[in-house]
């Protein structure tokens, strides 16, 4: 299948199945346990939640071990990873597709994109911002690479592959009535739960 952008048929194909592997570990997991006991502290109660970009689910694995009665959606555009998620989410809540154009009527307590949006290309960001919006029913959770002006950076050997920008503050100035009530950074050589230097950004729309 072809896509829109050059980004997703390199996250649809090889190299998004090779991810997989790469997205494995006991470690990565406690480290996600750590991490989102922090990002989600000063939420309420999260009873569903909509990942897009889930690759496997280590983030929806450890939502689900912090909020064990949580309703899980995936969207994911990797048919291998997808084939993961449906083992524990089911097929139903999984959807094997590009976050562009995801128009299913779902939405979730809260909106979750970790490692996502640095990959999608730029000119497509404004429609991803509106897609999290709408899929939110009151918490978004963004957790990305920050920069305070948008720059583009070798991923890999493989150029145009990875953005960094003020994602959040975009977010915030394009939807008046969403609210940022919480922040922080993991630095990637934290000696007990390293992220790979994720600053992370929890808002909550006010209507």
């Known amino acids: 299948m072809k896509y829109k952008t050059e980004q997703e048929n390199f996250w649809a194909g090889e190299f998004g199945t090779k991810y997989i592997q790469r997205n494995k570990s006991a470690q990565l997991m406690a480290s996600n346990l750590s991490f989102f006991s922090k990002s989600l502290a000063k939420a309420g109660e999260i009873s569903q939640v909509i990942e897009f970009g889930s690759n496997i689910g280590m983030n929806l694995r450890a ?95 493989n150029s145009d592959k990875l953005f960094k920008r003020d994602f959040a503050g975009e977010f915030m100035d394009k939807f008046k009535d969403v609210a940022l009530i919480d922040y922080g950074f993991v630095y990637k050589r934290d000696p007990a739960f390293p992220q790979d230097d994720i600053s992370w950004f929890l808002m909550e729309k006010t209507k």
């Open 63 to 157: 939502l689900n071990l912090l909020y064990p009665e949580q309703k899980q959606y995936a969207v994911e555009i990797n048919a291998d990873a997808a084939k993961e998620l449906e083992s524990f989410l089911g097929k139903d809540n999984v959807f094997n597709e590009s976050i562009l154009g995801f128009n299913t009527g779902v939405k979730a307590t809260l909106s979750l994109i970790k490692g996502v949006l640095i990959h999608i290309n730029p000119d497509s960001l404004d429609d991803v911002y509106s897609i999290l919006y709408s899929s939110s029913k009151k918490y978004i959770l963004m957790c990305e690479y920050y920069n305070p002006s948008p720059v583009q950076i070798d991923y890999r050997g």
